[in-house]
């Protein structure tokens, strides 16, 4: 393919072997036979470099086919497959730090990334330290024993922006590794790589998957990162089977559009909902308001279906919590990504250290589907209405 290529036409390209065939079979394989023990032992010297065909836990013909697609979406060296995106997360920081290490993390970070460092990587006498969402400040938190710095960009449930090249050149001075969890943009939306991040981690059971049938999550490294990130995943014995390797890859076939789609009508939700009386604030960094409007303008291509808005603080938390039951085309749900539309209650002021939350509305956040607009938007007013 020329240099000119459109992202998308690489993307509808990649991982596939061009033997006829659109898609690449579904390799079912734990064990590979050699013709003679000289093959043998060739392929295990210059495997660790190579992708070659040795055993099913190192890769077959199904998950090549989903990491090409994978590295051609980031824009990466090599990429990694775990049964989830947690998983993912969890090896990939386990890869770069040891005891006695120091981690940064967004007050913005995933949930269970938070209680990881609060745990696991607590007993592992690895330390942490909260960052504000917008990156301000970060420099002062650098300690020497500071290995790793983890970004979400835009942060869970707020969609916080901060300015990634700029922080990563902070992160470099102190040779630290730049990891970040890049479910929001999904290697579409968002290329934390090109930005100077040495690890984007996907939870393919989002977007990629875009369908609520699949668990699974990347991985996807620089060249300075990989042989890293590869002994780990080796180490901990991480891989996934054929079948949901072809689904993943499925999904990615029709990512971009479908993601446009979300896009579209969460723009036209976020704007309906911003002219309600009932609510104090609407988060979505593609809101023209939107404190990190600036930096999404410069550093994403386009937004996804997520978006939250926050009650007037007149309205109670059990008020707040009839509005979520009184819908009915959301789901009440864990998750997003998939075609339909979800809704669930968040709690700031109970995980968020460093900013008081406790003064604040109630805060909803919904995942937009591919439902028709109208109904959706008429969903939302009969629950909203219920406040009054
Ligand atoms: C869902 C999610 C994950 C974890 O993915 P699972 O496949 O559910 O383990 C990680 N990070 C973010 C931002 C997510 O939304």
């Not at 006829?20 to 079912?28: E, I, K």
């Not at 006695?100 to 938070?114: C, F, K, N, Q, T």
Request: glycine share 8%; net charge negative; aromatic share 8%.
């Amino acid at each position: 393919m020329s240099e000119s290529t459109k992202r998308s036409t690489r993307l509808l390209r990649a991982g596939r072997n061009h033997t006829g065939w659109v898609n690449a079979p579904v390799s079912r394989a734990s064990t590979y036979v050699f013709d003679t023990v000289q093959d043998w032992r060739d392929t295990r010297k210059r495997r660790e470099t190579e992708r070659l065909p040795s055993y099913g836990a190192r890769g077959t013909d199904s998950t090549y086919a989903l990491e090409d697609a994978l590295v051609e979406l980031e824009d990466g060296h090599r990429g990694f497959l775990f049964p989830t995106g947690q998983a993912a997360i969890a090896v990939t920081l386990l890869a770069f730090l040891k005891p006695g290490d120091h981690i940064l993390l967004s007050d913005a970070s995933y949930e269970p990334v938070r209680n990881f460092c609060k745990h696991q990587l607590a007993d592992l006498g690895i330390s942490h330290t909260f960052y504000p969402p917008d990156g301000n400040g970060i420099e002062a938190l650098i300690q020497p024993n500071t290995k790793v710095l983890y970004v979400e960009c835009p942060g869970t449930i707020t969609y916080d922006m901060l300015d990634l090249p700029r922080i990563s050149e902070i992160a470099k001075k102190s040779n630290l590794w730049v990891i970040a969890d890049n479910t929001w943009g999904s290697g579409w939306l968002y290329q934390p790589l090109a930005l100077g991040a040495d690890v984007s981690i996907t939870a393919i059971t989002k977007y990629i998957g875009g369908h609520s049938d699949l668990m699974m999550g990347a991985s996807v490294a620089n060249e300075r990162a990989w042989p890293a990130l590869q002994k780990a995943t080796y180490g901990f014995g991480q891989t996934v089977g054929a079948d949901d390797a072809f689904m993943a890859l499925r999904g990615v076939r029709s990512m971009p559009i479908r993601l446009h789609a979300h896009a579209a009508s969460a723009l036209l939700v976020a704007q309906w909902l911003e002219s309600r009386s009932e609510i104090a604030h609407v988060f979505c960094p593609a809101l023209p308001n939107d404190p990190g409007h600036a930096l999404w303008k410069k550093h994403c291509h386009g937004t996804n279906g997520l978006i939250s808005f926050e009650l007037q603080k007149r309205y109670s938390q059990t008020q707040a919590e009839g509005v979520i039951d009184a819908l009915a085309l959301f789901g009440l749900g864990a998750s997003w990504g998939g075609f339909e539309s979800l809704v669930i209650p968040t709690d700031l002021a109970g995980t968020r250290v460093l900013t008081d939350w406790s003064q604040r509305g109630a805060v909803i956040r919904l995942h937009i589907g591919l439902e028709d607009i109208e109904d959706l938007i008429a969903d939302l007013n009969q629950a909203l209405n219920t406040l009054s």
